[in-house]
């Protein structure tokens, strides 16, 4: 498995813009929040996700690309593969 950070961004975004791609995302298991190591999960900022699966890095941001345009016109992907996250201030996932 490979571990991906994803940034979804578009420039004047409606204002249900970032709720319409975090439920598109979830569908395929891309994820608005990250798991420490401990078992906790927090919240990522808005308009970043996390992925793991075997595709290729192209492969995730053409698939996350053609999605997020889908929702609103000319969207900006960047997609990073991480092996070490670390972090702090983020929103802790209640339940």
Avoid at 19 to 24: L, P
Avoid at 53 to 75: K, S
């Amino acid at each position: 498995m490979v571990n991906y950070i994803i940034r979804v961004s578009y420039t004047a975004p409606d204002a249900d813009t970032h709720a319409r791609v975090k439920a598109e995302l979830a569908k395929y298991n891309i994820a608005d929040a990250i798991k420490a190591d401990d078992g906790q999960g927090y919240y990522l900022p808005e308009g970043e996700f996390c992925y793991s699966g075997i595709e290729t890095i192209n492969e995730v941001r053409d698939a996350v690309h053609r999605l997020a345009g889908g929702i609103q016109p000319e969207p900006a992907v960047l997609v990073m593969e991480i092996t070490t996250l670390s972090w702090a201030g983020f929103k802790l996932v209640e339940g």
